[in-house]
């Protein structure tokens, strides 16, 4: 019993051991990293592959890219442009409206001067034994379709109102014509326009066109007739334009 235990005691004590993971974790480390990238070696590899299949191609979509961008910066260009040109015209007719106003400014004064200036010299004419009545003008322009539009002016400076009729004559040596009116009757203070149209006979050549005012004092002018050039305009047609009637002289 004593030699056993004594054996026992004269065996040397073993070191205790070092854990696995301890010894040896560099390599443990190094094993982690290296699988970690094949693996991803391998997907990204994989996957480009796979997109190539599908038909990815990052080349050719990088160039339709460009290209679409290059259209839009072409295309803001011209609304650019466009938006350009469509301020400049608001600009021009801005100043083209300023422009008229202020013409129709002047004119309108300018008109209100000439109404005051002819008020005073109706004034003074009246008060000086006024003006009868009398046929300040008369117009008469050529029109197509062998049609003439008249122009007749009226004037009187009197306390009284002139009214009465007119009668417009084409003459031609011994044949006359009568030129119908829409409105044949004047009825005015200072100052009144007649005006309308008529289309001449074939073959009648007039000598000269008289007017005829009848009222309170009878007025009788005639006028020479020369033909002008006829105006190049369809505003008048036959089928509208009342036709002159013979009358005796």
């Not at 106003?101 to 004419?125: F, G, T």
């Not at 009878?218 to 009342?242: I, L, M, N, T, Y």
Request: aromatic share 6%.
């Amino acid at each position: 019993m004593q030699n056993t235990e004594t054996n026992t005691a004269s065996q040397p004590a073993q070191a205790p051991k070092k854990p696995f993971l301890k010894g040896n974790m560099p390599l443990v480390i190094g094993g982690v990293v290296l699988c970690a990238g094949s693996v991803l070696l391998g997907y990204t590899v994989g996957h480009r592959q796979g997109l190539t299949v599908v038909g990815f191609d990052a080349d050719a979509d990088a160039e339709q890219l460009v290209e679409v961008v290059k259209q839009q910066k072409t295309t803001l260009a011209n609304l650019n442009k466009s938006l350009n040109a469509a301020v400049q015209e608001r600009d021009v007719a801005v100043s083209n409206s300023n422009d008229l106003l202020e013409s129709l400014n002047k004119a309108n004064a300018e008109k209100s001067q000439v109404d005051v200036m002819s008020a005073i010299y109706r004034e003074v004419l009246k008060q000086r034994g006024g003006l009868s009545l009398t046929i300040q003008n008369l117009a008469v322009k050529p029109l197509p379709e062998n049609a003439y539009e008249y122009q007749l002016d009226l004037i009187q400076v009197s306390p009284r109102r002139a009214t009465g009729s007119v009668e417009i004559r084409l003459i031609s040596g011994t044949e006359v014509l009568t030129v119908p009116m829409a409105d044949a009757n004047y009825n005015f203070t200072d100052y009144e326009r007649l005006t309308g149209r008529w289309t001449m006979p074939k073959g009648f050549n007039p000598q000269f066109i008289e007017i005829r005012l009848n009222g309170a004092t009878p007025v009788v002018k005639r006028f020479s007739w020369s033909r002008g050039q006829a105006v190049d305009s369809a505003a008048a047609f036959a089928a509208e334009v009342p036709q002159a009637a013979a009358n005796s002289q």
